[in-house]
Every structure is written in C-alpha cells, then in structure tokens.
C-alpha cells in the first residue's frame, strides 16, 4: 500500500518561506512523477509544480514560477516543494500526489496516490 505523508506547513508572514516534504513507502518511489497541489477554501484543487522521476523535467504554475521550487531525492523517498516569498494568497492546503506514469500531467484525476495534505497559511 503506497502511503504518502507531507511535513512542513505552517503560518508564514508575507515574503518569507516555508520547505515542505512528502516521504512516499509502500512502493518504487523513483518510477513515480511527483507533483504538489494545493486547495483554498471554497476553490478547486489545482497543480503547484510536478518533477519527472528522475528530477528531469519539472512543471510549475504561472504564479509560483521564481518562487518555488520542486525537487525530489529518490534515495530518501521524498519530494520537496521550496516556497520563497510567499503571498496571502498562497494560502492553502498543500498535497503532494503521485503518478504511474511518464508525463507530467496536470490533471488531479490522473494522479494515482494522495497525501493527506498540509496547512500553508500566509499572512499579510
């Protein structure tokens, strides 16, 4: 049974920065793209970033672009989201979704497993 747990959220003032994990067991975690969502209230679950299995090829969402970033440690069975100058609208609850697959896909539907998610709140 894959299981995937993320660490590292927390309440942040505007312009500073968070590191979260996500530690995957239960399965080869380098044959998996990677990726970090995040949900706001009221809001759908959208893509932050994604990284390749082998740290490759990375996606991130136009407004996180110079901002965050994506990286993986496949002998550690972790993915890493690097959050620098955060904004209030950042807030969310951030998950971190693993895909069987080769592509970097955005779609929430075609990730396979889920974390449970954790609390990014920023303040202004």
């Known amino acids: 049974q894959v299981q995937l747990v993320e660490s590292g959220g927390g309440l942040v003032q505007a312009g500073g920065s968070l590191r979260l994990s996500c530690v995957v067991s239960?399965?080869?975690?380098?044959?998996?793209?990677m990726g970090w969502f995040r949900q706001a209230p009221g809001k759908e679950r959208s893509m932050v970033a994604s990284i390749s299995w082998n740290g490759g090829r990375t996606y991130y969402q136009d407004s996180v672009k110079g901002r965050f970033t994506i990286s993986r440690d496949n002998y550690k069975n972790t993915v890493y989201l690097q959050m620098n100058r955060l904004k209030p609208e950042d807030t969310a609850v951030y998950y971190c979704?693993?895909?069987?697959?080769?592509?970097?896909?955005?779609?929430?539907?075609?990730?396979?497993?889920w974390g449970q998610g954790t609390q990014v709140t920023v303040s202004s």
């Open positions: 239960g399965s080869t975690f380098s044959r998996y793209v």
């Open positions: 979704a693993a895909d069987f697959s080769d592509t970097l896909n955005t779609d929430v539907e075609l990730y396979d497993y």
